[in-house]
């Protein structure tokens, strides 16, 4: 039997589940689009995570361990995902105790983010550096990050909400309940809604973006789609810098939805974030994409469960008990 675990993502638009070799390598996945709502996305989840679970019998994988990776506010020592602002009416779910009912094996439950900063480190880090940033930017914009070795946690676990720091005084209302945050500009659901309100001004029946449609008419040629695009990347580049500017990381990997727009539009915005770097930092800091690209959920998912167990690389993340 070859050891696998099984990896559950939870995302705001997406749900996927799948089964990771200790290498990173994805033994199989499926997702699909999440139903918001708590208990038909525990159900999805249980759905999802038996067909996992049909796949390793068939193919001679056995689960060892499942990794969960959700956006926060999580309480990390019982297990709870408490009620992130992207998840209307979760609120107190005891996660790891419902798949370690389910599923048997032992369930590690971990932020997004701080999943995505450990996959990296273990899986997409050739030089084996300690200190590594890792943002993500879908619905919400979250960040992860370890530093000589150790998962940054604060007080409370929910550290580095890098998302809800403000850009602009009094500026856009986040769905956190606070004004100005990055999140509340440049996350892919926020850029949707922005360029909405942009083009729907004078218009009876506006029709709605979203970040992918800017994109794809930016790249169609569209010269105000094209404009938009880059000032929002002008903006994701000033919450990169301030990330870079904070934590002073080796190696800052970028993921999430956003960065799937095609290389052509992503690739000025990566050079717009290499020249906003102070020099002092940006002469020894990495900046790029994550490696994962599609599969960075289920890596990420899976990456909070092989740390705990013993990955193929030998990289292990310490995390405060
Ligand atoms: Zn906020």
Same mark, same amino acid.
């Given at each position: 039997?070859?050891?696998?675990?099984?990896?559950? #993502?939870?995302? /705001?638009?997406?749900?996927?589940?799948?089964?990771?070799? !200790?290498?990173?390598?994805?033994?199989?996945?499926?997702?699909e689009?999440?139903?918001?709502?708590a208990?038909p996305s525990?159900?999805?989840?249980e759905? *999802?995570?038996r067909? /996992?679970?049909?796949?390793?019998? %068939?193919?001679?994988?056995?689960?060892?361990?499942?990794?969960?990776?959700?956006?926060?506010? *999580? #309480?990390?020592?019982k297990?709870?995902?408490?009620s992130?602002?992207?998840?209307p009416?979760?609120?107190?779910?005891?996660?790891?105790?419902?798949?370690?009912t389910?599923?048997?094996?032992?369930?590690?439950?971990?932020? #997004?983010?701080? !999943?995505g900063?450990i996959?990296?480190?273990? +899986?997409d880090?050739?030089? =084996?550096?300690?200190?590594v940033t890792y943002i993500?930017?879908?619905?919400?914009?979250?960040?992860?990050?370890?530093t000589d070795?150790? &998962?940054?946690?604060?007080h409370?676990?929910?550290g580095?909400? &890098?998302?809800?720091i403000p850009?602009?005084?009094?500026?856009?209302?986040?769905?956190?309940g606070?004004t100005g945050c990055f999140e509340a500009?440049?996350?892919?659901?926020?850029?949707?809604?922005?360029?909405t309100?942009a083009?729907?001004?004078?218009?009876?029946?506006p029709?709605p973006?979203?970040?992918?449609?800017?994109?794809?008419?930016?790249?169609?040629?569209?010269?105000?789609?094209?404009?938009?695009?880059?000032?929002?990347?002008?903006?994701?580049?000033?919450a990169?810098?301030? =990330?870079? #500017?904070?934590?002073?990381p080796? &190696?800052?990997?970028?993921?999430?939805?956003?960065?799937?727009a095609?290389?052509?539009l992503f690739a000025? /915005?990566m050079? &717009?974030?290499? @020249? @906003?770097?102070?020099?002092?930092?940006g002469q020894?800091l990495t900046?790029?994409?994550?490696?994962f690209? %599609?599969? @960075?959920?289920?890596? @990420?998912?899976?990456a909070?469960a +092989?740390?705990?167990?013993?990955?193929?690389?030998?990289?292990?993340v310490?995390?405060?008990?």
């Open positions: 039997m070859t050891p696998v675990v099984l990896a559950v #993502d939870i995302g /705001a638009t997406k749900i996927a589940v799948g089964l990771v070799h !200790a290498d990173g390598a994805i033994a199989f996945q499926s997702r689009r999440s139903p918001v709502r208990a525990l159900a999805l989840i759905r *999802l995570g067909a /996992a679970e049909a796949h390793a019998r %068939r193919n001679g994988l056995a689960i060892e361990g499942t990794g969960i990776a959700c956006g926060g506010p *999580l #309480d990390l020592e297990g709870l995902v408490l992130p602002p992207n998840l009416d979760w609120d107190r779910i005891p996660l790891t105790e419902q798949m370690e389910s599923f048997g094996a032992k369930a590690y439950l971990q932020n #997004d983010a701080a !999943a900063a996959a990296t480190a273990l +899986w880090n050739p030089d =084996a550096v300690r200190d993500t930017v879908s619905s919400g914009i979250g960040c992860g990050v370890i070795g150790f &998962l940054y946690t604060g409370t676990g929910n580095s909400e &890098l998302g809800h850009l602009i005084y009094d500026g856009r209302t986040c769905n956190c606070l500009y440049v996350s892919g659901t926020s850029i949707g809604k922005r360029y309100e083009k729907a001004k004078g218009m009876a029946t029709r973006y979203s970040a992918r449609n800017v994109a794809d008419a930016a790249l169609a040629g569209d010269e105000e789609a094209l404009a938009f695009w880059q000032s929002s990347m002008g903006m994701l580049a000033r990169v810098r301030a =990330a870079a #500017d904070l934590f002073d080796a &190696l800052l990997v970028i993921g999430g939805g956003v960065t799937e095609d290389g052509e000025p /915005a050079a &717009l974030v290499g @020249s @906003s770097m102070a020099a002092s930092v020894r900046v790029r994409k994550t490696g690209g %599609r599969n @960075s959920g289920v890596a @990420s998912a899976a909070v +092989w740390n705990e167990i013993g990955s193929a690389t030998g990289v292990k310490r995390i405060r008990e």
